[in-house]
């Protein structure tokens, strides 16, 4: 029995044999053999609890799990119109990205330990790199039930099209697309490796669209974190829905059955905006100015008429304009919204500027009573619409997680 057919056997995952060997042929199935955890050696020297993050569950990680340090966004253009090769990849997908999340390497014979004449199953660049908290969350665009794959009444009544929002600068070359993953690490070349060995396995399949890095997160889902700041200079994430808040999930975060469609329950929908912030001007903005913008105090993170960053928001004691007020639940039927962004900077925008932002990434139950209805209000009066630009703009059904053996995507499909 060679390797490769010890480790198809060996695979938990229900595929049948000839499937999971034409899988290891594409480089996808989890190695048990030569690749083995990357870090394998490093964990034996001093050995420290693992840093991985679990990838099976009710729900995908990477929505509530705490927020790593780095991301790596990518959305896809499926290329085919065979039903059968998306399943397929979708099924591909999800078997390596067990695999990554757990810092093993890719395919039965790894980075390195394959024919001398043959491309290696993994790319190799995360070798000696730990898992890194890696999650690979995954979502389908509005686009995908367009027809191309008989998915034309499946599609979700909150997969909602966006309206276009006053002030929006769209780049359609960094919005939509059919597929999502979103990659956050703790390392970010462990991200990167990731999105770069999904890409590769998806080949003649789909493409990618666009991408965005994100160096430092800019929200926070667990009360021990420390709240970390925006390129404003400002705490980000404070009145975020935690992963401790099962009622405001239930509520506000994860689709339920009755919602519509019974294949996304457990799921979420996400918007992810990218939004450039005019940094050289907001840093010739006074501190005063800057805090009223805001609706809260730059160092501390507290309500302009608070003391603690924990305090209570008053409406009626803050600015009207303010992007806290505007945002507020108390102004949106109490609706919240778990905001999971990162700060980014993409070069220069070619005259002088840094070309600076925050990838806002926002998961919700429904996006038609939450994102649309908060983004219309701070559109219209937000005192730092003068200092932002909107300029890519892209919505996704992210489906629930998958048990051992299931796959991104199946209730979708069967
Ligand atoms: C670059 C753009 C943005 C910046 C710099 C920014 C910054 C901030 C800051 C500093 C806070 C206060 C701390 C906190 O509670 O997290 C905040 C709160 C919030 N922001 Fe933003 N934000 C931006 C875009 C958006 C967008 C596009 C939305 C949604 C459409 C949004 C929705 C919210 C919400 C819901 C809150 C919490 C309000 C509350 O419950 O008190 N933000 N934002």
Known sequence: ?????????????????????????????????????????????????????????????????????????????????DRAALVLLLRSWTQAAAALTAGRELGATGALGGSELAPPQDTGEALGHTASRLTLTFGFGPSLFDGRFGLADRRPAALADLPSFAGDALDPARGGGDLCVQACADDPQVAVHAIRNLTRIAAGVAAARWAQLGFGRASVTSAVEQTPRNLFGFKDGTANILASDGAALDADVWAQAED???????????????????????????????????????????????????????????????????????????????????????????????????????????????????QLALARDDGLNEYLRHTGSSVWAVPPGVGPGGWWGQTLFT
């Open 1 to 81: 029995v060679s390797p490769e057919q010890r480790t198809a056997e060996q695979e938990p995952t229900g595929l049948s044999r000839r499937r999971a060997l034409g899988l290891l042929g594409a480089g996808v199935v989890a190695a048990g053999g030569a690749g083995g955890l990357r870090a394998a050696a490093a964990q034996a020297a001093s050995p420290t609890v693992s840093d991985a993050l679990p990838f099976h569950g009710e729900h995908q990680a990477g929505i509530v799990s705490p927020v790593q340090g780095h991301l790596h966004f990518a959305s896809y253009d499926v290329t085919t119109r």
């Open 260 to 374: 519509g469609a019974a294949w996304m329950a457990g799921g979420s929908f996400l918007v992810a905006r990218r939004i450039r912030m005019l940094i050289e001007i907001w840093d010739r903005t006074s501190l005063s100015e800057q805090e009223q913008l805001i609706g809260r105090d730059k160092g501390e993170g507290a309500p302009l008429h608070a003391a603690a960053e924990h305090d209570p928001i008053d409406l009626a004691q803050l600015p009207t304009s303010s992007h806290v007020a505007l945002a507020a639940p108390a102004n949106h039927g109490g609706v919240r919204l778990l905001r999971r962004g990162y700060n980014m900077v993409d070069g220069t925008d070619g005259v002088g500027h840094l070309n600076a932002g925050l990838f806002f990434l926002a998961y919700q139950r429904d996006p038609r009573t939450a994102f649309i209805p908060i």
